[in-house]
């Protein structure tokens, strides 16, 4: 699978993680940065990230800062993105069965590498149910 990963200061080090994670598993990935610890501002990565998503350079993506809720407000401004903002495995499987999201958003401050992971894990391998969902997600767009 093609994905788009990237991060602000807050987020370098899951991102690498989930990277490596990711790779090991044959996907192919995008790093839109950042790559260390300087503080940067989010929306200059969220923003390619979700134009990348959009045109279809990337089949999902994944965004990581702090709270989750920065890059995730940024991506959702573009109008091919559902970004979701999780923080369980559960929020994460719901995303994509629900919502058909197509951009994680993690908050590196509130959950930890492992947990990270297993989130990255039940987004990626759960498909969208369709059915009374896809009506609704349709409806999401303005």
């Not at 991102?15 to 995008?30: M, P, S, V």
């Not at 929306?43 to 350079?57: K, Q």
């Not at 958003?105 to 969902?133: M, N, Q, W, Y």
Request: proline residues 4%; aromatic residues 6%; negative net charge.
């Amino acid at each position: 699978m093609k994905i788009s990963i990237g991060c602000d200061h807050a987020g370098y080090q899951y991102k690498d993680i989930i990277k490596a994670a990711l790779q090991a598993k044959g996907h192919e990935l995008t790093d839109h940065g950042t790559n260390g610890p300087d503080s940067v501002d989010y929306p200059d990565f969220a923003h390619p990230l979700a134009t990348a998503v959009e045109e279809g350079n990337s089949e999902l993506g994944i965004l990581i800062c702090g709270s989750g809720n920065g890059v995730c407000m940024t991506a959702n401004k573009h109008a091919g993105i559902r970004a979701a903002l999780c923080w369980t495995v559960e929020l994460g499987q719901l995303a994509r069965q629900h919502n058909n999201a197509n951009v994680l958003c993690l908050p590196a401050r509130f959950i930890d590498e492992k947990l990270a992971l297993e989130i990255v894990e039940a987004f990626l391998s759960t498909p969208f149910e369709g059915g009374r969902h896809a009506n609704r997600v349709q409806k999401i767009g303005c």
